[in-house]
């Protein structure tokens, strides 16, 4: 099993920056395949925002290409992934959520980002 705890969100004015992190933490750490952050804004689906392979591939959806930064580390006993968000604008507005995959996913409990004047 992995816990996945989220922190970072809150309210930004436009063209702001945020920073998420998800620690990733139990006994199949060594089994994840690749972290997410996933987004569900308003009226839409959740959506992939970007994601970090554990060789260290990076890939992001069309609308934050160099915007949003996605990083990993690790610890002895726990996995960092941070997402850098830079240049945010309202249609980010939405609750971010850490993803992990192993032989199932893991979802943290998702984090508010506003990004509002």
């Known amino acids: 099993q992995v816990q996945l705890v989220e922190s970072g969100g809150g309210l930004v004015q436009p063209g702001g920056s945020l920073r998420l992190s998800c620690v990733a933490s139990g006994e199949g750490l060594l089994a994840i395949n690749t972290m997410s952050w996933y987004r569900q804004t308003p009226g839409k689906e959740r959506e992939l925002a970007a994601v970090i392979t554990s060789g260290g591939n990076t890939n992001y959806t069309e609308s934050v290409k160099g915007r949003f930064t996605i990083s990993s580390s690790r610890e002895n006993d726990r996995k960092t992934v941070i997402l850098q968000m830079n240049g945010l604008k309202p249609e980010d507005t939405g609750v971010y959520y850490c993803?992990?995959?192993?032989?199932?996913?893991?979802w943290g409990q998702g984090t508010q980002v506003t990004v509002s004047s």
């Open positions: 993803n992990a995959a192993l032989w199932k996913l893991y």
